[in-house]
């Protein structure tokens, strides 16, 4: 388990303020937040290459806070890969082991490499290797220690966006077959929504808000929290694909998405896709929800309107559409959207 | 057709008059004595203990640079702390006096009633000792400065992540930093090498005997320049064979990264 107990740290330009988290094993923990907002710097505080000004870190109620990193079994992975350039793969992959002593380094080396799936790369030197070849080695080389806890720096934020999805799914099934704790820095929400067993919002040096991701994204306590993760319809549901569609089942609500994917999915829908009619028409959106409106913001020149049908759903629209329907709140109303706009992830 | 480039067409003129001025007298002094000559020249144990004194007392004032520089190297490239910009221009001020100076300066401390010199009971005057102190004065620069940009140019998380795998500073210094800083740490030991078998002026006024090649050749200037020159031809070809040596080494060291 791993605690803080109100750590602080001021670093050049930037710092974190008593940060309190308690981070069970076998967790993983996403801190989400925008760049500047002090993520690395806690990240780093934790691994031990800073010292905190005040506070305690413990990790399984032992005090590290003052211990030099090489002390405490804690894995780093940086956004940049940092594979040693004078090392091979397997080098690289090797290094925590041979600094220890350690026997039998072919055959844990090996074994990791198969988990992370760089078996066929193990001669080379990085400067040959692709970005997400790079960053797959940097997880491999930081388990091989069986870290007590896996610090992550935005690792996939130097991957273009295809190896980005990839390696996210690789990360999942890595976490969930050696099952290690782990803190996983991100800006990207997808990413922790994705990946995160629970989230920490943080903002200007300071943890704003920690939860499931459904509390997060469903029940911001905080405007920052809720402008940051975006007031988009995001719902976890079980996806089914039948022919040419996805049927996704959500509580009592059933959607369509062009999406293909099955099991448990995200789905998110922007705002603006959704078409809101006091009357029923004529369509060619394969998605038609009932409800009644709940909710009305005026944002300016649009109008955000919340509308439960049995989900809550964010509709924005113009002012003078707004002004067009004459909705009121607790009016009826249908919601039609496409399934192409249905995004699963 | 595309115009020509009027302005690198005058830089490389300008650039070729430079080169060659570096370049003639070189080729020049290099063709001027025939192979027997220098055969001959060679085998006069005089000039052949000069040479390889000079080579030699150029090594160790290179060891011992590297040996107490590279630690300063890495601390400049690594720390912050005040009075930072004070010790690097230090580290430079051997570099820009003029070494007959250092020589004087030297002398102060390592003369038989110097500082060091009166105390430890080495003698540093008319010694190899005295000469080594010379050549690491004047010399020890080329190295720190060549250290601690090599150290500069080492990722910081490099070393985080060496740290957290288990190694110690020191280990992650020896495994790490050190590796990746070694193409610098040679240039700088060649240039710091060949500063050092160069010195003249700051080592005659220390110690004129054991006699180095460059006194060896002021010392046989004054019976003519025939009987100078074969040894200067020599030390030459010497110094340019190892620093070419030591330029492809250090060049091919580094290809996988």
Request: hydrophobic letters at 45%; aromatic letters at 10%; a positive charge.
């Amino acid at each position: 388990m791993i605690k803080l107990e109100d750590v602080s740290k001021n670093w050049k330009n930037f710092s974190v303020k008593n940060i309190n988290l308690e981070i069970k094993n076998g967790e993983y923990f996403v801190i989400l937040g925008p760049t500047g907002a002090g993520k690395t710097l806690l990240l780093e505080t934790i691994a031990g290459f800073h010292y905190p000004d005040t506070g305690r870190i413990l990790i399984d109620d032992k005090d590290v806070s003052f211990l030099p990193p090489e002390k405490r079994k804690v894995g780093f992975v940086y956004q940049e890969f940092m594979l040693f350039p004078h090392k091979t793969v397997f080098e690289n992959i090797a290094f925590g082991l041979k600094i220890r002593g350690e026997k039998n380094i072919k055959n844990q080396v090996e074994g990791m490499a198969d988990l992370v799936d760089v078996k066929n790369i193990l001669h080379r030197y990085q400067k040959t290797l692709s970005g997400g070849e790079k960053q797959r080695v940097a997880v491999a080389r930081a388990l091989i220690i069986k870290p007590k806890l896996l610090l992550m720096d935005e690792p996939l934020s130097a991957l273009d966006a295809l190896t980005q999805k990839k390696l996210r799914d690789e990360l999942k099934r890595i976490h969930s077959e050696t099952g290690a704790t782990t803190i996983h820095v991100t800006h990207d929400q997808e990413e922790a929504l994705v990946l995160g067993d629970r989230i920490g919002i943080m903002d200007k040096g300071k943890i704003v808000q920690t939860g499931t991701p459904e509390e997060i994204f469903r029940k911001p306590e905080t405007e920052f929290v809720a402008n940051f993760v975006g007031a988009e319809n995001i719902f976890t549901g079980a996806a089914e694909i039948k022919k040419d569609i996805t049927e996704i089942k959500i509580k009592n609500v059933v959607l369509y998405s062009t999406h293909k994917k099955s099991g448990k999915v995200n789905i998110s829908m922007r705002p603006e896709d959704i078409i809101i009619s006091k009357e029923k028409m004529e369509s060619s959106a394969r998605n038609v929800l009932y409800g009644k409106v709940v909710e009305i913001e005026d944002k300016g020149a649009i109008i955000q309107l919340k509308v439960e049908c049995g989900l809550p759903f964010v509709v924005v629209i113009t002012r003078q559409s707004f002004l067009d329907l004459n909705i009121n709140i607790g009016a009826s109303v249908y919601l039609y959207f496409k399934a192409g706009n249905v995004h699963l992830f | 057709m595309r115009k020509p480039e009027f302005t690198t067409i005058f830089f490389a003129l300008m650039g070729f008059f430079i080169l060659i001025f570096i370049i003639l007298p070189v080729l020049s002094l290099l063709f001027s004595e025939t192979p027997g000559v220098l055969i001959e020249t060679a085998e006069n144990p005089v000039v052949f203990d000069a040479i390889f004194l000079s080579c030699y007392t150029a090594f160790l004032a290179t060891l011992i640079a590297l040996i107490f520089g590279i630690p300063l190297a890495y601390i400049l490239a690594r720390k912050n702390f005040p009075g930072k910009n004070v010790i690097k221009a230090v580290i430079d001020v051997p570099i820009v006096i003029p070494h007959t100076v250092a020589g004087i300066a030297l002398l102060t401390v390592f003369g038989s009633n110097g500082v060091v010199g009166g105390n430890v009971g080495i003698r540093f005057v008319d010694s190899i000792f005295g000469i080594i102190v010379a050549m690491l004065f004047v010399s020890a620069p080329f190295l720190i400065n060549s250290a601690r940009e090599g150290f500069e140019s080492v990722n910081p998380k490099l070393e985080n992540v060496s740290r957290s795998l288990g190694a110690s500073q020191i280990k992650t210094f020896f495994k790490i930093s050190f590796p990746l800083a070694s193409k610098n740490i040679l240039t700088g030991s060649i240039m710091t090498w060949a500063r050092a078998i160069s010195e003249f002026g700051a080592v005659i006024i220390i110690a004129y005997y054991p006699m180095i090649a460059p006194t060896l050749i002021w010392d046989r200037l004054s019976y003519g320049i025939n009987y100078s020159r074969p040894v200067a031809v020599l030390l030459i070809l010497i110094c340019l064979g190892v620093f070419i040596i030591l330029r492809i080494v250090s060049g091919r060291n580094h290809d996988k990264t």
